[in-house]
């Protein structure tokens, strides 16, 4: 390690900026020309200062004209982990020009095109990647499965996988690969067709005896069944398959399989019985509190999590929906005390971030505050995530301007996000600023044409404003032919047609999304296209349902109020409904 001054640390800090927004990718060649050192030194004391782009770019100027190995995965691995993808693409091409049989390279160079949604590149990386991995094909499609189902782009990780599968026709794990993105990207015919053709393989080939891999392929290709719409064999084959051999391990398939065909009373029965079981007991505990929890039964899923607390298990999710429930009930202290119990997996972030609202709202502001610079500082690869959720709290507390500020300033930061350009379009939104947001969502589209969640957005947002109408619907379509099980595009596809006048056929799709999502939005726009339809008792219905799992929901509240202020409409009169595919 290296010692530095003070008063070189502060001056190297003031002129951080300045040099990464200068030093280039290829920075001029002249006496001027700062040491490579400078650039390696200057960008781990950004690491240090948590200033991620700036770290990111003084590597990128010491690896532009280098040709050591070692210090070009090194800044390409910063590059990668302070979420500054397009860095992170120029630095690996300059890897692969140095090192063109680097497999990590090429690798690293696939992870940014991904990132960038960038998907005919990332497959050209990775088919290089495949054909000269030292572990082999099938064990790098493997690891490739693995962290394209924690990869944040689900539907770009979806298109590369139907990529790679389409040249490697024989291989079962690419095909495995390729069912389970398809799957994770609301698009469960696919994911039959390659679960079925990749069991094929396997039946066929010398994996025949991996019997677990089996196991978890055929409960996958069942639950990909049910979530196609095809749900009664499936459920016959694994209840016959619980009384043939009644074990819990059975059983537990079976109840999974009822929890995907929504059937949650029959669920729940097959659950009760493993509860009764000590080896499954905590296993049950979680999965009926949470369909408790979905269902709005609050004080049910109340006594669930609290049962599975005292058997000392599965801690983070109990304390976390008792959280949600105690916050919900408006008893913030105690909520307080179960999300700070929340200390790992997935629920970990959520738990802080709703922390630090509680306390914005209940004259906390500083410690709110300070929660949140110790996230970011503890959690970088969530930044831009975290800012999002800040810049939220602000918006929500009345401050548009400070949230859009904070917003702006984390774009600069992180101008790869996506996450962060979604919310940059809300609030402005919310501003009345509607042709601002529309210019973020477009830029978005125009960059990522082949992504459904931008086409969604920018669709959506069309829509609801009733701006051009009939591109709008254009968008979505072409979202909804990419994911035609996803509840968010399924929603903006019925409130399009709702905005067209065609309120029948909007309710076709905006019921298929409820069914899968029971979100605030959603129920919010299926009630307002059922109090159109002259069936105000069935909003009402549908309101307070999601009322009870997603109260705080601002657009529900909202509709329910703007319409208890009208007067009922008459029924509308009756026409077949399409048939959804």
């Not at 948590?50 to 995965?73: F, I």
């Not at 968010?488 to 069914?515: K, P």
Request: proline fraction near 5%; aromatic fraction near 6%.
């Amino acid at each position: 390690m290296f010692s530095i001054s003070i008063l070189a640390r502060a001056s190297i800090g003031l002129g951080l900026a300045a040099c990464a927004a200068c030093a280039g990718f290829h920075p001029k060649s002249d006496d001027a020309t700062p040491p490579q050192a400078f650039y390696t030194v200057t960008a781990e004391i950004a690491l240090a200062r948590h200033q991620p782009r700036v770290a990111a770019l003084q590597y990128a100027a010491a690896a532009a004209s280098e040709t050591d190995v070692s210090l070009l995965e090194r800044a390409t691995q910063v590059a990668a982990d302070t979420l500054q993808p397009s860095v992170a693409e120029k630095v690996a091409a300059r890897w692969i020009e140095v090192d063109p049989k680097s497999v990590d390279a090429q690798r690293a160079a696939a992870r940014a095109a991904l990132a960038l949604h960038k998907i005919d590149q990332a497959a050209t990386h990775y088919r290089a990647v495949l054909a000269n991995s030292p572990i082999g094909a099938e064990a790098e499609f493997a690891a490739l499965e693995t962290y394209l189902a924690g990869n944040d782009n689900v539907f770009g990780a979806r298109q590369l996988a139907d990529r790679l599968a389409s040249s490697f026709p024989s291989s079962a794990a690419a095909l495995r690969m390729q069912g389970f993105t398809s799957l994770r990207a609301d698009d469960p015919a696919a994911a039959v067709r390659s679960f079925t053709a990749a069991l094929a393989l396997t039946m066929a080939g010398a994996n025949q005896n991996d019997e677990g891999a089996r196991r978890e392929l055929l409960q996958t290709l069942a639950r990909a069944r049910i979530m196609a719409g095809d749900a009664e064999r499936p459920l016959a084959q694994a209840q016959e398959k619980v009384e043939r051999e009644d074990k819990p391990a059975n059983r537990l398939d079976y109840a999974l399989l009822l929890m995907t065909a929504q059937r949650d009373s029959a669920a729940i029965q097959q659950l009760e019985i493993l509860a009764r079981n000590p080896e499954y007991a905590s296993v049950a505990l979680r999965l009926l509190g949470l369909i408790e929890f979905q269902e709005g039964h609050l004080d049910a899923a109340t006594a669930r999590f609290a049962q599975l607390l005292r058997s000392d298990k599965y801690l983070d999710d109990a304390c976390y929906y008792l959280g949600l429930i105690a916050d919900r009930h408006g008893d913030s202290e105690h909520a307080l005390r179960l999300y700070a119990q929340v200390q790992s997996g997935e629920n970990a972030l959520p738990a802080l971030l709703r922390a630090t609202t509680i306390l914005q709202t209940h004259g906390a502001a500083a410690v709110a505050e300070e929660l949140l610079d110790r996230l970011i500082e503890e959690e970088p690869q969530r930044a831009p995530e975290i800012l999002a959720a800040r810049a939220r709290m602000y918006a929500d507390g009345g401050d548009s301007p400070r949230a859009i500020g904070l917003l702006e300033q984390g774009v600069m930061e992180y101008p790869d996000s996506v996450d962060l350009r979604y919310a940059v379009a809300s609030v402005y939104e919310e501003q009345g600023r509607i042709p601002d947001a529309l210019r973020e969502l477009t830029d978005l589209a125009n960059a990522r044409p082949e992504d459904p969640a931008a086409l969604n957005a920018l669709g959506y947002t069309l829509a609801d404003h009733f701006k051009d109408l009939a591109r709008a619907r254009e968008l979505i379509e072409r979202a909804y032919a990419a994911a035609p099980k996803n509840a968010a595009i399924l929603d903006s596809l019925g409130w399009v047609l709702f905005r067209q006048g065609h309120s029948l056929e909007a309710e076709t799709y905006l019921r298929a999304a409820y069914a899968d999502d029971r979100g605030g939005d959603i129920a919010a726009h299926l009630g307002e296209v059922l109090w159109q339809l002259g069936r105000p008792a069935d909003a009402e219905r549908i309101w307070s349902e999601a009322a009870a799992a997603d109260g705080d929901n601002r657009l529900l509240k909202a509709t329910r109020q703007r319409f208890h202020a009208m007067p009922q409409p008459a029924p509308a009169a009756h026409r077949p409904l399409p048939v959804l595919n």
